[in-house]
């Protein structure tokens, strides 16, 4: 739980709202939990808190930002507006 508190600390010193540290604890702050975006809107709020939290870990080296929870986070959501961009794509291939 202190690992927790210590991400929300300094995702928070980074530009993340108290909105969106209520929407990272109601999965725990786990990358695998992070859910599917799912409109436009929800896309710009992902990637305000991608690049919030890749601010909190701009001072790591590419290997530690790797490894810390605020970059697992980013990497999660990274892929998740990924997925949400590519999805007229994966329309066009069925």
């Known amino acids: 739980m202190n690992d927790v508190r210590d991400?929300?600390?300094?995702?928070?010193a980074s530009g993340l709202t108290p909105g969106d540290v209520?929407?990272?604890d109601g999965f725990g702050w786990r990358p695998e939990r992070t859910p599917p975006v799912e409109s436009d809107a929800q896309g710009a709020d992902y990637a305000r808190r991608e690049a919030a939290l890749n601010a909190a870990i701009a001072g790591l080296?590419?290997?530690e930002?790797?490894?810390s929870p605020e970059g697992k986070l980013a990497a999660m959501i990274?892929?998740?507006?990924a997925d949400w961009r590519d999805r007229d794509q994966d329309d066009d291939d069925k």
Do not use: K
């Open 65 to 67: 930002r790797g490894e």
């Open 22 to 24: 209520a929407w990272f």
């Open 61 to 63: 080296s590419f290997s």
């Open 7 to 12: 991400i929300r600390s300094r995702a928070s």
């Open 78 to 81: 990274g892929a998740r507006l």
